[in-house]
Structure formats: C-alpha cells, structure tokens
C-alpha cells in the first residue's frame, strides 16, 4: 500500500475535466523542469512537473534534473512521503461514508443501477460491496484499475512515483525533505470539498463514459513526456468532448486553490535554502500556475533544456 496511497493521493489531478477558457494558456510551456531566480534569491531553485504514473526510467529523460538534484540544498513536495503510514490510517478513516448515507439517497434509481453494474464490470463486485466507501474513494479505485487495465506494464503496488524518487534521494543524501500541504489537505481536496451527491453523480458518468479513458490517458502522457504544460492543462480543464464536468468550485478546491496556498510558502522556502520542487505538472500550466504567478512576483522563470 505504500505506494499506491501517496499515487491515490493526487491521481485525480490527472483525469479530472471542466471548462476553463483557452486564453489560461501561458509562455511557460514545453519542459518539465524550471529554474528559479532573482527576487533576491541567493541560489536558484527549480520546479519540476511530475506526473504520478509514469515510469521511474523518464526522470533520465527530463533535462538538468540530476543536477538539480545534485545542487540543491533540500526537495520540497506536494506531502512528506515519509508521512505515508499515517496518510494510510487516515485515508482509510475519511474515505468511509458518513453513517446514515448511502448510495440509494445519493442517486436516482437509474443511475444506481448504472454505476453498480459499471462497478461489476470491473471489480466483479458492485455497490453491495463498495458502497461503504465514498465517491472520491471508489474514483480513485476505479481509476487506478482502469489505468492498470490499460497499460499492463505499470504495477501500482510496485510504482515509485518521481515525487517519491527525489525526496528517497534528498534523504539518502541526508537533505531536508519538505511539504506544502498535509494529508488532511489532500484528504479535505478529495472527499470533503464537494457534496456527496455531487461527488456520486460524476462517478457515474465516470464510469458510463468510461470507454473515453484510453483516449483522453494516451493524449496525457503523450502531452506529458513532451512538456506541453498548456496541453495537458486544455485537456484536463478546457476539453469540449468531455462529457463528465466538473464544478468551477471543486476544479479550484483541486488546482487553483492549492496553488495559491503553496505560492504563499515558496517565496519563504526558496529564500532559506536552494530548494527543488516536485508538484503534478498540472500545477505548473495556465495563468493561476505556479510559474506565472512566481514570474508576476518578480522572479526569474526559465525553462530548463
């Protein structure tokens, strides 16, 4: 599990939609690693896009990012992967339903029996068995199975995500490690933010509209392993084919939000020590990005390649 929590933890960043406008598009586009500088900095630090599922082999192929780990003094990431016992415990507590809900509230009598027999077909058991755990627990599952499914090659429960990587390394070379957030922020962004009804209907289309998935993950990991921060960013939040939308409301609780929170750390942690920060690559994109909204602050932001 020690693994697969931390990949739960901040996989829906990557197959959640909605209706941004094109015009979020910014200059910081095609890498995946950025330098950080000026605004009185002494050293330089860097951000670096991850995403969650790809293959530990791709940090090779990303330019400068050995000697970015090399050089900096600490790895500052979304959580402290070395929190993941007690992300566990805690994950496994908030993903249960509240007492006294239940999936045939939440839902129209339709849509039960669609979202159980999606369940069925993936799991071979459906809401009888599922139906304790929340909406955002069971899209997570559904995700990760469905990904598995998909691409044979990847084994979550042996996944080293490059979040987890450049902290391992950090601490082996007796580094400090930091988070921007904790797992109750994480937990809050995942099951809490959003109404259950809410959360419960767009499981539904998730897994009615599920024969979208392999289409929609090939054009992300393509867009991925290329930097093309401002397509990923089009096709997780400005993508008019989607038929599953999700709220302005919870888009933010997931992106925007979290960037400004972490916007309001960095200036203090870059200061302190040349630092290099691993956050989804999601957060980097669009206007409310992290590496528009450091250059509108006076700093220095340059692709690394």
């Known amino acids: 599990m020690k693994n697969l929590i ?19 598009e910014t200059k910081y586009n095609n890498a995946l690693l950025w330098k950080v500088s000026g605004n009185g900095l002494s050293q330089p630090s860097y951000i670096l896009g991850t995403h969650h599922l790809v293959h530990l082999s791709f940090v090779d192929s990303i330019p400068g990012l050995k000697e970015a780990m090399e050089t900096t003094g600490q790895t500052v990431g979304e959580l402290l992967m070395s929190d993941q016992a007690a992300m566990q415990v805690k994950l496994q507590q908030a993903a249960m339903m509240p007492a006294g809900e239940s999936y045939d509230k939440l839902l129209s009598a339709e849509d039960y029996a669609k979202l159980d027999e999606g369940l069925i077909k993936l799991f071979t058991v459906g809401l009888g068995q599922l139906g304790q755990m929340k909406p955002g627990m069971i899209s997570m599952l559904y995700t990760i199975t469905t990904y598995t499914k998909l691409y044979p090659e990847f084994n979550p429960m042996a996944h080293e995500a490059i979040d987890a990587y450049v902290q391992r390394i950090a601490t082996e070379k007796g580094k400090a490690t930091l988070g921007l957030e904790t797992a109750d922020d994480q937990i809050y962004a995942l099951f809490d933010a959003e109404p259950l009804k809410d959360q419960a209907e767009s499981l539904v289309c998730s897994v009615v509209n599920n024969d979208t998935a392999k289409d929609l993950l090939d054009k992300l990991n393509t867009y991925y392993r290329a930097g093309q921060l401002n397509n990923m960013y089009n096709l997780a939040f400005n993508n008019p084919d989607d038929p599953c939308k999700v709220s302005k409301e919870q888009q933010n609780v997931l992106n925007k939000d979290r960037n400004d929170k972490w916007l309001e750390k960095l200036p203090q ?4 020590k040349s630092s290099l920060i691993a956050v989804g690559a999601l957060h980097l994109a669009g206007e409310e990005g992290l590496l528009a909204q450091l250059a509108a602050k006076g700093y220095t932001v340059e692709a690394v390649k």
Not at 269 to 272: F, K, N, P, T, Y
Request: aromatic share 8%; no cysteine.
């Open 6 to 24: 931390t990949t739960f933890a901040a996989i829906v960043l990557f197959v959640v939609t909605s209706t941004l406008a094109a015009q979020n």
């Open 269 to 272: 942690i870059m200061a302190d």
